[in-house]
């Protein structure tokens, strides 16, 4: 049974930092692309950063170049992604996913998800 559960959201003012977590169970995480899709307000589901299951290669947003950074712990089957400098527009809910092969990049595409995160940027 593959589950895929996050944590680590929560309100944080501008230029604060967070770190979400993703625990991951019921299939090897190294095997799989793992990755962050979120979903702001009257807003579509977009990517926001992922790893590549073949070569451990990863993806960021132009928005969030720099800022944020993927990373996973393979030992503890879990996925992390530390956000600094957040901005308001950033508010969103966040969303782990997991794929077989490679990253997706749109949410048609994405074969896992997890129930999502708040994260909410105000001051």
């Known amino acids: 049974q593959v589950q895929l559960v996050e944590s680590g959201g929560g309100l944080v003012q501008p230029g604060g930092s967070l770190r979400l977590s993703c625990a991951a169970s019921g299939f090897t995480l190294q095997y799989y692309a793992i990755g962050w899709f979120r979903q702001a307000p009257g807003k579509e589901r977009e990517v926001v950063s992922c790893?590549?299951?073949?070569?451990?290669?990863?993806y960021y947003a132009d928005s969030v170049k720099g800022r944020f950074t993927i990373s996973r712990d393979n030992a503890k089957n879990t996925l992390y992604l530390q956000m600094n400098s957040l901005k308001p527009e950033n508010t969103a809910v966040y969303y782990c996913?997991?794929?077989?092969?490679?990253?997706?990049?749109?949410?048609?595409?994405?074969?896992?998800w997890g129930q999502g995160t708040q994260v909410t940027v105000a001051s």
């Open positions: 790893i590549a299951g073949s070569d451990g290669s990863s």
């Open positions: 996913t997991a794929d077989r092969w490679s990253c997706r990049y749109t949410p048609e595409e994405v074969e896992y």
